[in-house]
């Protein structure tokens, strides 16, 4: 059974997009918003400053970044602008992670749930991070001595890319027959897993994401 991705399926977030510029200075970055804030709403550092109560003199040094402005007074700013307080760090340049891992340097494993003669390799892992969301991704190698039918069932999404060798994977109620360069990509908390190892060695990547239990909903 083969799945076609339609127009209403198509992904809502532009790949190519790229992100304005970001500071690496939190009060510039702060300053900055709070301008572009009250620019667009149309005001002037006099009446911010009526609606706030913060001096002419005080919020001009906020959006220059000369002064860092304690929790407080963002708050009133926020309350002011009619914004949540977030959007004051919106272009701060966050530290963000990345993982490379050299050919054949995986961290091999054993899954919960997983088989003997099921060889996992785990590609790289990042901890805590700003979208709460958790991603594994693993190559996995199927053998002669695979058993042939484990079931695995997990919260979250999975994405699986077949780089060599035939797999029979069910997933749920339907059986999809996998050869090289074909992809699958579904739910994670149906019943799922290898079914049939038509030709072997059978190698695959598998993506698994979820939401990270300590994140915020």
Known sequence: MTSKTTPASLPKQDPHKVSSNKERVLEVAIGREVRSLRQSQRMTVTDLSEATGLSPGMLSKIENGGTSASLTTLVTLARALSVPITD?????????GAVHVKAGEGVEMVREGTRAGHQYQLLGALGANA??????????????SSDRF??????????????????????????YHLKPGDSLFFDSDAPHGPE???KLPVRFL?????????AGA
Do not use: A, C, W
Not at 88 to 96: D, G, L, W
Not at 206 to 214: A, D, E, F, L, M
């Open 131 to 144: 979208s709460g969301i958790q991603v594994e991704p693993y190559l996995i190698t199927l053998t002669e």
């Open 206 to 214: 598998s993506v698994i994401s979820y939401r990270n239990p300590g």
């Open 88 to 96: 004051f760090f919106k272009s701060y340049e966050v530290e963000r």
């Open 150 to 175: 484990p079931t695995f069932q997990h919260d979250g999404i999975e994405f699986l890319y077949i780089l060599d060798g035939e797999v029979g994977y069910r997933h749920g109620s339907h059986m």
């Open 196 to 198: 049939q190892l038509f």
